[in-house]
C-alpha cells in the first residue's frame, strides 16, 4: 500500500484478555518494526522483523507479548493476558531494507498506530 | 545506561530564535543516525538523516560526531511550526540492525 496501516486504531479491552494488533507494512518493504509509546514518554524498541531471518525479540518486555510476520508483509502483535499497564500506542513502522550504513533504504516509516486501553 | 539518550527539555524559544538539541549513543557500532519529529498524537516522521560531514536542511543543520558519539540538531529561525518533540534516532550494527529512538526533546516556540 502506499503508507503503513494499523489496525484498529483503538481498541478497549479488559484486564485478563487477549489482543491482536495488525500492521501492514509498505509494499516491498523488508523490514517491519514495533514499538510501544506510553503517554508522554518515548518509543519502546519490541521487535523487529528483517526478510526471512530471525526476528529480534530482545525488546518484548514479557513472554505474554509475541509478534509474527506472514509471508515477509503483514505482521500481527498479540498481547496475551492484558494488565493495565500494556495501554500504550503500539506503533508499526517499515523500511525498505535494515542495516545500510547511510542510506536512506533502513529510513523509518511509521503507521498511526493502535492506541490500546487496558481497563 | 540509556542506549540513546536526549534532553526531555522542554525548550522554549521565541519565534526567530537559534535552538540546539543534542544526543549521545552507548553503541560505538551504530551505523546511521537520524532526526525524527513527533508532533503531538501523530507518529514519528524523518526530518532528516545524519551524515558524517554534516549536513543541512534548509533551517536545519546536524552534525554527527563518532568519537564522542554525539548527535546535534541546530533549528535557525526558529517558527511557531516548529514547536513538537524532536527523536534521535540509531539504527545498531552489531549482531543486527536495530533501530533504537530517544525519548524525544520538546521545542515549544512562542510568537
Known amino acids: 500500500g502506499a503508507g503503513v496501516s494499523q489496525s484498529p486504531s483503538n481498541k478497549v479491552t479488559e484486564k485478563g484478555k487477549d489482543v491482536e494488533l495488525r500492521c501492514d507494512p509498505i509494499?516491498?518493504?523488508?523490514?517491519l518494526y514495533w514499538y510501544r509509546q506510553s503517554l508522554g514518554q518515548g518509543l519502546e524498541f519490541l521487535i523487529y522483523?528483517?526478510?526471512?531471518?530471525?526476528?529480534?525479540k530482545s525488546g518484548l518486555p514479557s513472554d505474554r507479548f509475541s509478534a509474527e510476520r506472514t509471508g515477509g508483509s503483514v505482521s500481527t502483535l498479540t498481547i496475551q493476558r492484558t494488565q493495565q499497564e500494556d495501554s500504550a500506542v503500539y506503533l508499526c513502522?517499515?523500511?525498505?531494507?535494515?542495516?545500510?550504513?547511510?542510506?536512506?533504504?533502513?529510513?523509518?516509516?511509521f503507521g498511526a498506530g493502535s492506541r490500546l486501553t487496558v481497563l | 545506561r540509556k542506549e540513546v539518550e536526549q534532553d526531555p527539555g522542554p525548550f522554549n524559544v521565541p519565534e526567530g530564535a537559534t535552538v540546539a538539541f543534542n544526543c549521545t549513543y552507548s553503541n560505538s557500532a551504530s551505523q546511521s543516525f537520524f532526526w525524527y519529529r513527533q508532533d503531538c498524537r501523530k507518529e514519528p516522521k524523518l526530518l532528516m538523516s545524519v551524515y558524517s560531514s554534516g549536513n543541512e536542511d534548509g533551517r536545519f543543520t546536524a552534525q554527527l560526531n563518532r568519537a564522542s558519539q554525539y548527535i546535534s540538531l541546530l533549528i535557525r529561525d526558529s517558527k511557531l511550526s516548529d514547536s513538537a518533540t524532536y527523536l534521535c534516532v540509531v539504527n545498531s550494527g552489531t549482531g543486527g540492525f536495530k533501530t533504537i529512538f530517544g525519548a524525544g526533546t520538546r521545542l515549544f516556540v512562542k510568537a
Open positions: 509494499s516491498g518493504h523488508t523490514a
Open positions: 522483523f528483517q526478510g526471512n531471518s530471525a526476528p529480534d
Open positions: 513502522a517499515s523500511s525498505l531494507l535494515a542495516g545500510q550504513a547511510f542510506s536512506g533504504a533502513n529510513v523509518l516509516t
